[in-house]
Protein backbone atom coordinates (compact mmCIF):
# COMPACT_ATOMS: atom_id res chain seq x y z
CA UNK A 1 0.00 0.00 0.00
CA UNK A 2 1.51 3.61 -0.82
CA UNK A 3 1.58 6.04 1.77
CA UNK A 4 -0.67 8.24 0.60
CA UNK A 5 -3.30 5.56 0.82
CA UNK A 6 -2.93 4.97 4.68
CA UNK A 7 -3.38 8.94 5.29
CA UNK A 8 -5.69 8.97 8.01
CA UNK A 9 -8.91 10.80 8.83
CA UNK A 10 -12.32 10.88 6.78
CA UNK A 11 -12.54 7.37 5.02
CA UNK A 12 -12.15 4.29 6.13
CA UNK A 13 -12.28 1.08 4.16
CA UNK A 14 -11.78 -2.04 6.15
CA UNK A 15 -11.92 -5.64 5.48
CA UNK A 16 -12.49 -9.02 7.04
CA UNK A 17 -9.47 -10.86 6.39
CA UNK A 18 -5.79 -9.52 5.64
CA UNK A 19 -5.43 -8.55 1.98
CA UNK A 20 -2.93 -10.55 1.42
CA UNK A 21 -5.46 -13.72 1.18
CA UNK A 22 -8.35 -11.74 -0.17
CA UNK A 23 -6.47 -10.91 -2.98
CA UNK A 24 -5.30 -14.59 -3.81
CA UNK A 25 -9.56 -15.49 -3.10
CA UNK A 26 -10.35 -12.51 -5.51
CA UNK A 27 -7.77 -10.38 -7.70
CA UNK A 28 -10.71 -7.64 -8.24
CA UNK A 29 -10.59 -6.60 -4.69
CA UNK A 30 -7.73 -4.52 -6.09
CA UNK A 31 -10.10 -3.00 -8.59
CA UNK A 32 -11.96 -2.29 -5.48
CA UNK A 33 -8.87 -0.57 -4.06
CA UNK A 34 -8.16 1.58 -6.72
CA UNK A 35 -12.04 2.81 -8.04
CA UNK A 36 -11.39 4.23 -3.84
CA UNK A 37 -8.53 5.55 -4.15
CA UNK A 38 -10.08 7.12 -7.53
CA UNK A 39 -12.52 8.54 -6.04
CA UNK A 40 -11.57 10.00 -2.78
CA UNK A 41 -8.00 11.19 -4.28
CA UNK A 42 -5.54 12.49 -1.19
CA UNK A 43 -5.28 15.59 -2.68
CA UNK A 44 -9.31 16.18 -1.60
CA UNK A 45 -9.76 13.32 1.18
CA UNK A 46 -7.98 12.09 3.98
CA UNK A 47 -8.00 8.10 3.82
CA UNK A 48 -6.94 5.81 6.26
CA UNK A 49 -7.58 2.05 5.05
CA UNK A 50 -7.00 -0.84 7.41
CA UNK A 51 -6.80 -4.38 6.67
CA UNK A 52 -7.75 -6.14 10.15
CA UNK A 53 -11.07 -5.19 11.54
CA UNK A 54 -9.74 -6.50 14.87
CA UNK A 55 -7.72 -3.71 15.70
CA UNK A 56 -9.88 -0.96 15.08
CA UNK A 57 -10.50 1.14 18.15
CA UNK A 58 -14.44 1.45 18.03
CA UNK A 59 -13.98 4.81 20.38
CA UNK A 60 -12.09 6.62 17.94
CA UNK A 61 -14.10 6.11 14.88
CA UNK A 62 -16.57 9.68 15.53
CA UNK A 63 -13.52 11.25 13.84
CA UNK A 64 -14.34 9.58 10.08
CA UNK A 65 -16.86 11.02 8.01
CA UNK A 66 -17.48 7.51 6.13
CA UNK A 67 -16.30 4.31 6.69
CA UNK A 68 -16.47 2.13 3.57
CA UNK A 69 -16.96 -2.00 4.62
CA UNK A 70 -15.48 -4.73 2.64
CA UNK A 71 -15.29 -8.03 2.99
CA UNK A 72 -16.63 -11.67 2.17
CA UNK A 73 -19.89 -12.35 4.13
CA UNK A 74 -19.23 -16.22 4.74
CA UNK A 75 -21.42 -18.52 6.60
CA UNK A 76 -24.23 -16.30 6.37
CA UNK A 77 -23.62 -12.52 7.87
CA UNK A 78 -22.67 -13.27 11.11
CA UNK A 79 -19.64 -12.05 10.79
CA UNK A 80 -20.58 -8.79 9.34
CA UNK A 81 -23.30 -8.10 11.84
CA UNK A 82 -20.61 -8.73 14.87
CA UNK A 83 -18.63 -5.83 13.89
CA UNK A 84 -21.64 -3.51 12.74
CA UNK A 85 -23.01 -4.38 15.98
CA UNK A 86 -20.42 -2.78 18.01
CA UNK A 87 -20.39 0.06 15.77
CA UNK A 88 -24.34 1.06 15.89
CA UNK A 89 -23.76 1.76 19.78
CA UNK A 90 -21.85 4.38 18.97
CA UNK A 91 -23.94 8.17 19.84
CA UNK A 92 -22.35 9.60 15.92
CA UNK A 93 -21.76 6.91 14.00
CA UNK A 94 -19.97 7.66 11.00
CA UNK A 95 -22.37 7.10 7.58
CA UNK A 96 -21.41 2.92 6.20
CA UNK A 97 -21.16 1.58 2.94
CA UNK A 98 -21.38 -2.04 3.18
CA UNK A 99 -19.66 -3.71 -0.44
CA UNK A 100 -20.82 -7.42 -0.77
CA UNK A 101 -20.85 -9.82 -3.12
CA UNK A 102 -24.01 -11.75 -1.19
CA UNK A 103 -26.57 -10.91 -3.67
CA UNK A 104 -29.61 -12.09 -1.18
CA UNK A 105 -28.44 -10.08 1.19
CA UNK A 106 -30.69 -7.14 -1.45
CA UNK A 107 -33.34 -9.16 -1.17
CA UNK A 108 -36.36 -7.45 0.83
CA UNK A 109 -36.84 -10.09 4.15
CA UNK A 110 -32.98 -10.30 3.89
CA UNK A 111 -32.24 -6.68 3.81
CA UNK A 112 -34.97 -6.01 7.17
CA UNK A 113 -33.25 -8.74 9.13
CA UNK A 114 -29.98 -7.52 8.18
CA UNK A 115 -30.84 -4.06 9.40
CA UNK A 116 -32.33 -5.66 12.65
CA UNK A 117 -29.52 -7.72 13.42
CA UNK A 118 -27.04 -4.54 12.93
CA UNK A 119 -29.18 -1.94 14.37
CA UNK A 120 -28.07 0.54 12.11
CA UNK A 121 -30.90 1.49 9.87
CA UNK A 122 -31.25 2.41 5.99
CA UNK A 123 -30.15 5.74 6.79
CA UNK A 124 -26.88 4.99 8.00
CA UNK A 125 -25.84 1.78 6.42
CA UNK A 126 -26.03 1.90 2.50
CA UNK A 127 -25.73 -1.82 1.60
CA UNK A 128 -23.78 -1.72 -2.39
CA UNK A 129 -23.68 -5.03 -4.52
CA UNK A 130 -19.79 -5.49 -5.41
CA UNK A 131 -20.96 -6.34 -9.21
CA UNK A 132 -22.79 -2.51 -9.36
CA UNK A 133 -19.71 -1.00 -8.04
CA UNK A 134 -17.62 -2.41 -11.10
CA UNK A 135 -19.83 -1.61 -13.64
CA UNK A 136 -19.22 1.25 -15.80
CA UNK A 137 -22.35 3.20 -15.27
CA UNK A 138 -21.47 3.42 -11.50
CA UNK A 139 -17.43 3.30 -10.99
CA UNK A 140 -15.91 5.82 -8.80
CA UNK A 141 -17.97 8.53 -9.90
CA UNK A 142 -20.90 6.16 -8.70
CA UNK A 143 -19.19 5.32 -5.10
CA UNK A 144 -17.92 9.22 -4.59
CA UNK A 145 -21.93 10.32 -5.23
CA UNK A 146 -22.84 7.45 -3.12
CA UNK A 147 -20.38 8.73 -0.41
CA UNK A 148 -21.33 11.97 -0.23
CA UNK A 149 -24.93 11.21 0.40
CA UNK A 150 -24.41 9.42 3.22
CA UNK A 151 -22.48 11.55 4.70
CA UNK A 152 -25.01 14.19 4.20
CA UNK A 153 -27.47 11.89 6.19
CA UNK A 154 -25.47 11.34 8.89
CA UNK A 155 -27.35 13.47 11.32
CA UNK A 156 -30.63 11.55 10.12
CA UNK A 157 -29.40 8.41 10.67
CA UNK A 158 -27.78 9.18 13.88
CA UNK A 159 -31.36 10.18 15.05
CA UNK A 160 -33.64 7.78 13.72
CA UNK A 161 -31.21 4.80 14.98
CA UNK A 162 -31.40 6.29 18.40
CA UNK A 163 -35.64 7.00 17.98
CA UNK A 164 -35.86 3.67 16.94
CA UNK A 165 -34.18 1.88 19.84
CA UNK A 166 -35.94 3.92 22.41
CA UNK A 167 -39.20 3.25 20.41
CA UNK A 168 -38.32 -0.83 20.70
CA UNK A 169 -38.23 0.06 24.93
CA UNK A 170 -41.06 2.10 24.95
CA UNK A 171 -43.18 -0.09 22.93
CA UNK A 172 -42.75 -3.43 25.24
CA UNK A 173 -43.81 -0.86 28.42
CA UNK A 174 -46.53 0.20 26.44
CA UNK A 175 -47.43 -3.18 25.97
CA UNK A 176 -47.75 -3.91 29.60
CA UNK A 177 -49.38 -1.11 30.43
CA UNK A 178 -52.33 -1.76 28.22
CA UNK A 179 -52.40 -5.36 29.14
CA UNK A 180 -52.89 -3.65 32.94
CA UNK A 181 -55.37 -1.22 31.65
CA UNK A 182 -57.45 -4.28 29.79
CA UNK A 183 -57.58 -6.37 32.76
CA UNK A 184 -59.04 -3.83 34.46
CA UNK A 185 -61.77 -2.66 32.03
CA UNK A 186 -65.62 -3.43 33.74
CA UNK A 187 -68.95 -4.04 32.11
CA UNK A 188 -70.00 -0.49 32.07
CA UNK A 189 -66.82 0.43 29.73
CA UNK A 190 -67.33 -2.40 27.65
CA UNK A 191 -71.09 -1.66 27.15
CA UNK A 192 -69.97 1.81 26.77
CA UNK A 193 -67.67 1.04 23.68
CA UNK A 194 -70.54 -1.73 22.00
CA UNK A 195 -73.24 1.15 22.42
CA UNK A 196 -70.96 3.30 20.24
CA UNK A 197 -70.57 0.60 18.07
CA UNK A 198 -74.13 0.38 17.48
CA UNK A 199 -74.75 3.96 16.99
CA UNK A 200 -72.18 3.97 14.77
CA UNK A 201 -72.98 1.05 12.71
CA UNK A 202 -70.21 -0.06 12.90
CA UNK A 203 -69.26 -3.82 14.26
CA UNK A 204 -67.94 -4.25 17.91
CA UNK A 205 -64.58 -5.45 17.07
CA UNK A 206 -63.77 -2.37 15.08
CA UNK A 207 -64.52 -0.33 17.78
CA UNK A 208 -62.95 -2.25 20.53
CA UNK A 209 -59.55 -2.72 18.59
CA UNK A 210 -59.88 1.06 18.41
CA UNK A 211 -60.12 1.20 21.81
CA UNK A 212 -57.54 -0.47 22.99
CA UNK A 213 -55.10 1.14 19.66
CA UNK A 214 -56.00 4.52 21.47
CA UNK A 215 -54.84 2.75 25.12
CA UNK A 216 -51.24 1.46 24.04
CA UNK A 217 -50.79 4.89 21.55
CA UNK A 218 -50.75 7.13 24.79
CA UNK A 219 -48.67 5.16 26.43
CA UNK A 220 -46.62 5.54 23.50
CA UNK A 221 -47.19 9.22 22.62
CA UNK A 222 -46.86 9.98 26.67
CA UNK A 223 -43.18 8.72 27.09
CA UNK A 224 -40.88 12.32 27.23
CA UNK A 225 -37.71 10.57 26.24
CA UNK A 226 -39.34 9.16 22.80
CA UNK A 227 -40.94 12.83 22.34
CA UNK A 228 -37.46 13.76 22.29
CA UNK A 229 -35.76 11.59 20.17
CA UNK A 230 -38.81 12.40 17.45
CA UNK A 231 -37.89 16.01 17.68
CA UNK A 232 -34.13 15.46 17.31
CA UNK A 233 -35.40 13.25 13.82
CA UNK A 234 -37.78 16.04 13.09
CA UNK A 235 -34.82 18.92 13.53
CA UNK A 236 -32.20 16.24 11.28
CA UNK A 237 -34.57 16.36 8.27
CA UNK A 238 -35.61 19.96 8.76
CA UNK A 239 -31.78 20.56 8.08
CA UNK A 240 -31.19 17.99 5.37
CA UNK A 241 -31.71 18.83 1.44
CA UNK A 242 -31.27 16.93 -1.42
CA UNK A 243 -29.29 19.80 -3.36
Known amino acids: LS ?3 KNSLSTVSLTYKSLSSLYQENEWL ?31 LDQFDLLIVD ?9 SSDLLLKLSEKDNLPAIILLTSHENILESNTKSDFYIKTRISGAGLTILNKKEIRAESFGYIG ?9 KQRPIANASRHYIKQWENVLE ?7 KSLWQLDTFIMKSIHTDAISD ?16 SWHMETNTTLNTYAENLGTALNEHNYN
Do not use: C
Request: glycine share 2%; net charge negative.
Open 173 to 179: SAKQNTI
Open 71 to 79: WFLENGYSQ
Open 30 to 60: LRIKGLITKAFPTDVYDVKYLENVDNINIDE
Open 201 to 216: SQPYSNHFHDFISREH
Open 3 to 5: DSF
Open 143 to 151: LRMLAEKAI
